[in-house]
């Protein structure tokens, strides 16, 4: 036989849940934005959670309210449970509970929505939230049969206390997240790429919402989806490929904010020596216009550490930006940032601004003295692990004071690598069950893709790892520059662009 205080149980189980739950959303919402449980990593499924709370809150409240008409002694129409006041039982408390269920409808809704609705306007309707647990606060404190009891007492003081410190937690270092973030980008080379997901290789059309010059020749660029959809994670140091209409192929690092699902931020440099890629962006591209891209792809992600020493030079800036924007407030880390002059240096006022005491600034035409990096990577942070993108000759210079082991370096261009004279290689697809025989004088992607094997290439440089490919059997010849040697052999990769085989026969995953 059924219990019949079943629904009167519902219904206070529902609301206590509601109400914990309304909380843990807004604490998570808050630690999220003030990066307080902010990892080195995208904190995007922190983001889920944070969502997935307030979703489960929202059903909790769903089940309350049924639950308020179902039950035989509180005996609640539809109507008093929808319509401020129409009760007679506590109105201002009841009503008081129902403007915070209309409220958390609305900041719901406004997050499956957050793509379609101004930034602006969904910021104030999310800070909603606040309000929505203050409410939610009154209406518990004053309504319900558990009122008085030592439990619900301390449930209640528990509830109000933790909101109340990660608001004022989130006053108090608010103003840094609540910053503007401009867009910003890359090209280049480290770590983890096998098994990249699908996605990796897809191409998706996605709008140009914005673009701005955020130093002399380079660009700012945000890119948006056509419909409502949320972009595949990401985590710093990863790039994009750009899919040109003039049928150029171009990377540029991600330079935004991992944690933000609804858009993708580069920043595009005016190269003098362009080929066409960094020119037709600099001359064609509008808001509005569509774009193919393919990614992210990360060979230049951030590993666990204690203390960084990043170095940029130039339009390298924008792979180190992604990965300053997502350490946390506590992380030891300082910045070189080299460039031919201030104007040129995109974001290099906003990072001393917002990092002061960690960012130093090396502007040709403000110092005469050259940069003095032995001085600054022997006695800045000895232990520190070293990430480095920008030109050649910064990359070689830093690479010759840092020992490898705490090394990660992102280049634009192309190692000179001394090759031995190139052999014939008979390359095995294994799950295309073909044979290659691939001759000296051809690349090893060119000759899969001319017997129209499922292969990718970028920039045939071996800088890009659009290439990338497993190696199943045989030895490869690494002639690229995308990562260390000993990394790509314990991952067992091969961009087969430039890198070829030093045995005779090569089993590819293909
Ligand atoms: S590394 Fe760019 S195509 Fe091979």
Redesign the pocket.
Same mark, same amino acid.
Not at 458 to 468: F, H, I, L, Y
């Given at each position: 036989m059924i219990d019949p205080h079943l629904w009167w149980y519902v219904t206070r189980a529902s609301a206590i849940i509601a109400w914990a739950l309304m909380t843990a959303s807004v604490l998570w919402g808050i630690l999220l934005s003030t990066r307080v449980l902010r990892r080195i990593d995208s904190p995007a499924w922190l983001q889920d959670l944070h969502r997935y709370l307030g979703g489960a809150a929202l059903v909790m409240v769903g089940l309350h309210m049924v639950s308020l008409m179902l039950d035989q002694w509180l005996k609640f129409s539809a109507v008093e449970v929808l319509v401020p006041f129409a009760t007679d039982f506590k109105p201002l408390p009841v009503a008081l509970g129902i403007l915070a269920f209309y409220l958390l409808v609305a900041v719901q809704g406004s997050s499956l929505l957050m793509q379609r609705l101004p930034r602006r306007f969904w910021k104030i309707l999310h800070y909603a939230s606040y309000l929505t647990v203050l409410l939610v606060s009154f209406h518990a404190g004053f309504t319900g049969t558990d009122v008085g009891t030592w439990w619900y007492r301390a449930v209640a003081i528990t509830l109000i206390g933790l909101t109340t410190v990660a608001v004022i937690v989130r006053m108090v270092t608010g103003t840094r997240s609540g910053r503007s973030r401009t867009p910003v980008v890359r090209s280049g080379a480290t770590d983890v790429s096998v098994g990249e997901p699908a996605h990796v290789q897809e191409k998706r059309s996605m709008v140009v919402a914005s673009v701005t010059t955020v130093a002399d020749g380079v660009l700012g660029i945000r890119l948006e989806m056509h419909e409502w959809e949320r972009l595949p994670l990401w985590q710093p140091g990863a790039h994009l490929t750009l899919h040109l209409p003039n049928g150029l192929q171009r990377q540029y690092s991600l330079c935004g904010d991992p944690a933000e699902r609804n858009h993708y931020d580069i920043a595009v440099l005016h190269t003098r020596e362009s080929a066409g890629g960094s020119a037709w962006i600099h001359k064609n591209l509008l808001p509005g216009m569509t774009v193919e891209v393919s990614g992210p792809q990360n060979h230049f992600a951030l590993e666990p550490a204690s203390e960084y020493l990043f170095v940029a030079g130039g339009i390298g800036i924008t792979p180190i930006k992604a990965m300053i924007e997502s350490l946390p407030a506590h992380r030891v880390w300082r910045l070189v940032y080299a460039g031919r002059s201030r104007s040129t240096m995109a974001f290099a006022d906003e990072l001393v601004a917002r990092y002061p005491g960690r960012v130093r600034i090396h502007a040709g035409d403000e110092s005469d003295a050259a940069l003095n990096l032995a001085a600054i990577v022997t006695h800045g942070l000895p232990e520190a692990e070293v990430y480095a993108c920008g030109p050649e000759s910064l990359m070689t210079a830093v690479a010759a004071l840092v020992p490898a082991r705490h090394l990660h370096l992102e280049r634009f261009v192309a190692l000179l690598r001394v090759a031995p004279a190139a052999q014939p290689v008979l390359v095995t697809c294994r799950k295309s069950r073909q044979d290659v025989l691939v001759p000296a004088g051809q690349s090893i992607?060119t000759a899969l893709e001319e017997r129209g094997l499922p292969v990718l290439?970028? &920039?045939? =440089?071996?800088? &890009?790892? =659009? &290439?990338?490919l497993r190696v199943l059997a045989g030895t490869p010849q690494h002639l690229?520059s995308?990562m260390d040697d000993a990394e790509k052999d314990r991952l067992r990769i091969i961009?087969? &662009?430039?890198s070829r085989a030093s045995t005779s026969t090569l089993v590819l995953d293909v």
């Open positions: 992607l290439g970028s &920039c045939r =440089t071996g800088v &890009c790892g =659009t &290439c990338e690229d995308v961009y087969p &662009c430039v």
